[in-house]
């Protein structure tokens, strides 16, 4: 399972936003967002392209695989 549940929480709660928006700028449901939180469900690589935009970090990040927020370079 990828281990990416926690910066997802944190990324949203350090904006006060509630799980609700999130589902809604993936146009999926709250649960399944919750379930993407909490680990129970793998992210679709599109949207880890939108959430990483939408917080100006890489998926590198969201997925645990650097400490480093800062996003890639765009081509």
């Not at 599109?46 to 645990?64: E, K, M």
């Amino acid at each position: 399972m990828i281990m990416h549940e926690n910066r997802l929480r944190d990324l949203r709660e350090d904006r006060d936003l509630k799980q609700k928006q999130l589902a809604d700028l993936l146009n999926i449901h709250q649960t399944t967002y919750s379930d993407y939180e909490l680990g129970r469900l793998n992210i679709p690589v599109s949207a880890l392209h939108i959430l990483a935009d939408f917080y100006n970090v890489s998926i590198d990040y969201l997925l645990c695989r650097t400490a480093t927020k800062l996003p890639y370079p765009k081509k």
